[in-house]
């Protein structure tokens, strides 16, 4: 196995070549340049053509493309990722602010809906045709169709303004902030957000869990006379979790950049709401660094993704 991991991490360089490569080109062919934006447009009237050049020649901006990408390349291998053009600050500083409460609301997300969603895909599987497994079915495909912000919009109605349970908005009250103490603040985004997602594990188990309990493995142990228990839950359960493991390993660094939604409507200050804001200030060095941390999430979860289905699938070889 460690021959394998060291393999996949070596072939992730080329790829991580090629992709950084990819984003800086297509922030590139975005209209304007960093210029256009670190200056508003009340003071760009005052400044002459004479000062923008040699603003854009202190930059590197008049550089060759390739020139500036290897410039960018660069940096990033020594850790430096760019400054905000607007604050100034470290784009590092700025994710390492930001990065931890995305994870936070995003694991929390995944366990809510990996634990529900395996476990009633499951109960709908072995209670086929039944009425609980109709029932299952049709409450799926509701939570699939239901936008994710119309679903946190009724949740705040009810649990904030009618019930008056929790809190709305923000992480954390100041002066509380270990985790406990602000767990009422991630209660609500989590849970919608993991709710959103429980509908496509639910059918994904169900359907895996359907595919394993017909296999010929299963015949033999119920010839066998082993109880029905023990076949479905041992025999079954386990190699039916292993296309689930699979979306589950995909959709973590997916809700990284996929909470966005949830970040908005609840306010909550993570990866997602700064990458809106920097897509709508063209804030390019932050929009290059999220979308890079991405594109590496993936990555680092494909590795995992084959690891877990070797450990789960006995029949698969780490080669």
Partial sequence: MINFIIRKILALIP???????????????????????????EALSTVSPAELEALRDELGLNDPFIVRYFIWLANILRGDFGYSLQSGVPVSQLMANTLPATLELTVAALLISTLLGSLLGVVSALRKGSIADNVLTVAGMIGVAIPQFLFGLVMIVVFVFNLEWLPVGGRMTPGRELFFQRLEYLVLPAVVLGLALTAGVMRYSRASMLDSLNKD???TARSKGLKEWRINLIHGLRVAMTPVAVLIGFRLPMLIGGAVVIEQV?????????????????NTPIIMMIAFFSVLMVLVSSILVDIVTAILDPRVKLS
């Fill in 15 to 41: 790829m991580l070549v090629v992709i950084s490569f990819l984003i800086f080109l297509g922030v590139e062919l975005m209209p304007g340049d960093a210029v256009d934006f670190m200056i508003s447009p």
């Fill in 217 to 219: 493995y299963i015949k």
């Fill in 266 to 282: 609840f306010q909550w200050q993570g990866v997602g709401q700064l990458f809106v804001m920097a897509v709508r200030s063209q």
